[in-house]
């Protein structure tokens, strides 16, 4: 299907959501939506100029002057940035602050929590390490006698007990950036050969004709479509399971027909996976291994 000239020529999906809210200066104050823990914290920014003490919290966060009308505010992994017009005194962005104090909050709180995650999900290159593959667990084992790498599956796993192992054509000694590279070699061949199955899958049901699939490493998106016909995925999806993979590769067929987010493109997605709301939602909420 011809895409229209006027409409954006790339549309991506988030790695990571952010959470951004907006406030004129006049806006009334935000309504909590869950409780505040009281231990005082600080949250710094690392490109912070100011800061200010709600409560028993200290934030110190990132001022940006930009041409708008209102104050905005985004929580995101490296905590609170404000955006206020230039000609908003500083006075008045910390009222708009104060009267968004519960949000913005809860939201640094969530965004800590969500790091002390990810520092648990950081792999440990040792001999009898796991990884997650299509959503089961991978023990990775030591084996010169292997070459390259190859995957072994149990026909029967005790329960809780890994039932893959992937098997390195390295020494016991091998570095642990070794086997960094050599499994995630093994994980972008893998992903590339499943995107390629998933894609020829689905778009004949959607109706499009990709014309070019590429791996992305990319830090902040899940993947992209040009208005070309050209798809990009991140091959680090190969770590979810396959509904969460059809999720990503369908909703990136779609926007070959549908090049943005409206509900004609939420159609579009529906008509081919009913349910992605679920799939979705793991993309969003799972944390993925730490490979570096």
């Given at each position: 299907?011809t895409?229209p000239?006027?409409l954006?020529?790339?549309?991506q999906?988030?790695l990571?959501?952010?959470?951004?809210?907006?406030?004129?200066?006049?806006s009334?104050?935000?309504?909590?939506?869950?409780?505040?823990p009281?231990?005082?914290?600080?949250?710094?920014?690392?490109r912070?100029?100011r800061?200010?003490?709600?409560g028993?919290?200290?934030i110190?966060?990132?001022?940006?002057?930009?041409?708008r009308r209102?104050?905005g505010f985004?929580?995101?992994?490296d905590?609170?940035?404000?955006?206020?017009?230039r000609?908003?005194?500083?006075?008045?962005i910390?009222?708009?602050?104060?009267?968004?104090?519960?949000?913005?909050?809860r939201?640094?709180?969530?965004?800590?929590?969500?790091a002390?995650?990810?520092?648990?999900?950081?792999?440990d290159?040792r001999d009898?390490?796991s990884?997650?593959?299509?959503?089961?667990?991978?023990?990775?084992?030591?084996?010169?006698?292997?070459?390259?790498?190859?995957l072994?599956?149990?026909?029967?796993?005790?329960?809780?007990?890994?039932?893959?192992?992937?098997?390195?054509?390295?020494?016991?000694?091998?570095?642990?950036?070794?086997?960094?590279?050599?499994?995630?070699s093994?994980?972008?061949?893998?992903?590339?050969?499943?995107?390629?199955e998933?894609?020829a899958?689905y778009a004949?049901?959607?109706?499009?004709?990709p014309?070019?699939?590429s791996?992305?490493?990319?830090?902040?998106?899940?993947?992209?479509?040009?208005?070309?016909?050209?798809?990009?995925l991140?091959?680090?999806?190969?770590?979810?399971?396959?509904?969460v993979?059809?999720?990503?590769?369908?909703?990136e067929?779609?926007?070959?027909r549908?090049?943005?987010h409206?509900?004609?493109?939420?159609?579009?997605?529906?008509s081919?996976?009913?349910?992605?709301?679920?799939?979705?939602?793991?993309?969003?909420?799972?944390?993925?291994?730490?490979?570096?």
């Amino acid at each position: 299907m011809t895409v229209p000239s006027a409409l954006a020529a790339l549309i991506q999906l988030s790695l990571f959501d952010v959470e951004p809210a907006d406030l004129a200066p006049a806006s009334p104050p935000a309504s909590p939506t869950g409780p505040v823990p009281a231990p005082p914290m600080a949250f710094d920014h690392p490109r912070a100029q100011r800061d200010i003490v709600i409560g028993e919290h200290r934030i110190a966060y990132e001022l940006r002057r930009a041409r708008r009308r209102s104050i905005g505010f985004i929580v995101g992994a490296d905590g609170l940035s404000v955006s206020a017009p230039r000609w908003v005194g500083v006075v008045e962005i910390e009222t708009a602050l104060r009267e968004k104090a519960p949000w913005i909050l809860r939201k640094l709180h969530e965004q800590r929590e969500r790091a002390r995650r990810l520092a648990e999900t950081r792999v440990d290159w040792r001999d009898g390490t796991s990884v997650p593959f299509l959503g089961e667990t991978v023990i990775i084992v030591l084996d010169p006698r292997t070459t390259g790498a190859v995957l072994n599956s149990a026909a029967e796993a005790l329960p809780g007990v890994a039932r893959l192992t992937l098997h390195l054509g390295l020494p016991q000694e091998a570095a642990p950036a070794q086997m960094r590279d050599a499994v995630q070699s093994w994980l972008q061949r893998q992903a590339r050969r499943l995107f390629e199955e998933r894609i020829a899958l689905y778009a004949p049901r959607l109706g499009v004709r990709p014309k070019r699939l590429s791996l992305s490493s990319a830090s902040t998106r899940w993947g992209s479509a040009s208005a070309d016909g050209s798809v990009r995925l991140n091959w680090r999806l190969v770590h979810f399971a396959l509904p969460v993979i059809d999720y990503v590769v369908i909703h990136e067929l779609a926007h070959l027909r549908e090049m943005n987010h409206s509900a004609a493109f939420w159609e579009v997605v529906r008509s081919v996976l009913p349910d992605y709301e679920a799939a979705r939602h793991s993309l969003r909420h799972e944390l993925l291994p730490v490979l570096d």
